[in-house]
């Protein structure tokens, strides 16, 4: 009897092996292919021994297999660049289960950085980023961050367009491109950060062969670039991928494997930064065009909408009826302009928040991300609840964990408020910018702890609505304060205002990309300062720009703030 029932245990033991379930896990591999699957190959096996009853493979994928993955459902989940992923899946919404902390002890590079740096040979005539007008330069690939579309945006800020550019795309793996600049098959080369470093490290290139392009910088784990941002591999769950599936890899990723040649893992991270330059560029897929946006406007102020159109119909008709009868109804022409100006004002508020629609879609992708985090924590405090094995600090480290999640939906809803508010009349006038000048020096919050010194040319009047251009006079004053300053000097003349001050002066990131929304490095600031005093320079037909100013040795003494009139000086 005894090895009937031997027999039988064998055969279910079989049979569940035999059905268990296999989910395909599709690999970024930018470099070495055999490589990347035997550093991941040891996860695989270990992530299959934590769920008997499922089994994980390992797939590896190159930059043209993505698109063909995804929608082929080739792949269950992905671990990637999260800008490879965004740029790849298009409009298809996949979930973040965990983000690299660490390879392993043996790999510690996680690949928490992606930017991109432009080469150049060490021989060749060219110095500047805008010098690259009309050469040829090769990238990676059209729809990747680090290998071309971070460099596009440095070179961009510089003058350069992608226009005016003659491409030439590589692909995997990415020494590519830096082989066919060193091949003289291209003028320069953009590549991912970190590139040049590993080449030099490995032997295959001479440390003196190129030479980076100004303006450079030294990024974290010590590598030279043009641009960069905090971007760790994320591991993704594709939308046919079962969510109780998800779940339970989250919760064992997560969770301590104890085994230090094995991956460390986090919550899902941001990559607001990336996105804010995806958007800039207009290459963000989730970035609606300029009709969907009128689309969307239309479909969400269906009523505003129509009682413009009437309105403007009603004044264009009574208008003709008004030029026979001009004389004797001049009052009602009137009450008509008055209705036009209100109508106007409302068309500008809601495409004033057309505008932020590009934004939308990263809202609620930030919010999905702390929603997410918190659910991998309930569910692993419910599990460990249910083997009686959860410990009381690691309820309340999951606890606090779920709170800081919280706190940082709040923030997020904070700044959509902010920047969801009306806008003020606007009105162009003739307007002395002395008096203009004294009026603000005669504020009392300024003259604490402030020296403020003004310098103006007599009798400029500039064509301008004064309002916009004391919240901008302000917003630079109570900036510089903010600053710590202790001294400003304001001057102006035919050609622009300026503001200084003997403040710390601005960063490199904040004069490489100046007016980026959300950005700050106060505690309680919103970031949207410099950015909203920015687009009402915009409005007046002027200018808005910041530098630092140096002494003769080099150093920081100070910011400055120049608004460049244009054409508006009477």
């Given at each position: 009897m005894f090895p009937l029932f031997r027999a039988i245990f064998l055969f279910c033991l079989f049979c569940s092996s035999a059905i268990a379930k296999t989910w395909t896990v599709g690999i970024q591999s930018p470099y070495d292919a055999n490589k990347t699957l035997e550093n991941w190959k040891p996860w695989a096996e270990w992530l299959s021994k934590q769920m008997p009853e499922e089994k994980f493979e390992i797939k590896i994928l190159k930059i043209r297999d993505f698109q063909e993955s995804i929608e082929s459902k080739s792949i269950d989940f992905l671990i990637a660049q999260p800008t490879q992923i965004l740029l790849s899946s298009g409009l298809t919404e996949m979930t973040w289960v965990a983000s690299l902390q660490e390879m392993s002890q043996a790999l510690p590079i996680g690949g928490d950085n992606v930017g991109s740096a432009i080469w150049v040979r060490m021989d060749s005539p060219i110095m500047r980023l805008s010098d690259l007008k009309n050469k040829k330069v090769s990238a990676v690939a059209e729809n990747v961050f680090g290998g071309f579309i971070g460099g596009l945006a440095v070179l961009e800020s510089h003058g350069v367009l992608e226009s005016e550019l003659q491409l030439t795309f590589t692909d995997y793996p990415v020494s590519s491109t830096i082989e066919s600049l060193l091949h003289k098959d291209v003028d320069a080369a953009i590549a991912p950060l970190c590139l040049y470093e590993r080449l030099v490290d490995e032997k295959k290139i001479d440390a003196d062969?190129?030479?980076?392009?100004?303006?450079?910088?030294?990024?974290?784990?010590?590598?030279?670039?043009?641009i960069s941002f905090n971007a760790n591999w994320v591991l993704a769950s594709l939308p046919h991928t079962p969510i109780e599936i998800s779940k339970k890899v989250a919760i064992q990723v997560l969770s301590e494997s104890g085994d230090p040649m094995l991956?460390?893992?986090?919550?899902?991270?941001?990559?607001?930064?990336?996105?804010?330059i995806l958007n800039k560029l207009g290459k963000h897929p989730q970035q609606l065009s300029f009709w969907e946006n009128i689309e969307n406007n239309y479909r969400n102020n269906k009523y505003l909408w129509r009682m413009a159109l009437i309105a403007i119909v009603f004044i264009v008709l009574n208008n003709i009826f008004a030029v026979w009868l001009a004389r004797k109804r001049s009052k009602r022409i009137k009450a008509i302009y008055q209705d036009l100006y209100d109508t106007e004002r409302l068309v500008h508020h809601a495409d004033r928040v057309s505008m932020l629609g590009e934004m939308v879609s990263g809202i609620g992708h930030e919010l999905n991300q702390p929603l997410s985090t918190i659910s991998y924590y309930a569910e692993g405090l419910k599990l460990r609840a249910s083997e009686n094995t959860l410990q009381n600090g690691d309820?309340?480290?999951?606890?606090?964990?779920?709170?800081?999640?919280?706190?940082?939906?709040?923030k997020i809803i904070e700044n959509v408020r902010q920047w969801g508010r009306r806008p003020n009349e606007e009105e162009l006038q003739k307007v002395n910018i002395s008096t203009l000048l004294e009026e603000i020096r005669k504020l009392s919050f300024l003259s604490r702890n402030l020296e403020i010194k003004i310098k103006c040319q007599e009798n400029l009047i500039v064509r301008c609505d004064p309002l916009k251009l004391k919240q901008i006079i302000l917003n630079g004053i109570i900036n510089s304060y903010q600053a710590k300053a202790s001294e400003i000097s304001i001057n102006c003349d035919a050609n622009a205002l300026t503001i200084l001050d003997n403040g710390p002066g601005f960063s490199d990131e904040q004069l490489a990309f100046p007016f980026v929304p959300f950005r700050t490095s106060r505690e309680d600031g919103l970031g949207i300062g410099l950015v909203i005093c920015e687009k009402l320079a915009q409005s007046m037909d002027m200018k808005l720009e910041i530098e630092n100013q140096l002494d003769l040795g080099g150093n920081i003494i100070g910011a400055m703030l120049l608004l460049l009139w244009g054409d508006c000086v009477v």
């Open positions: 062969s190129i030479r980076l392009l100004e303006p450079k910088h030294r990024f974290k784990k010590n590598c030279l670039g043009n991956p460390k893992w986090l919550p899902p991270q941001s990559i607001t930064g990336v996105e804010s309820a309340i480290a999951a606890l606090e964990a779920i709170l800081e999640e919280i706190k940082g939906s709040k």
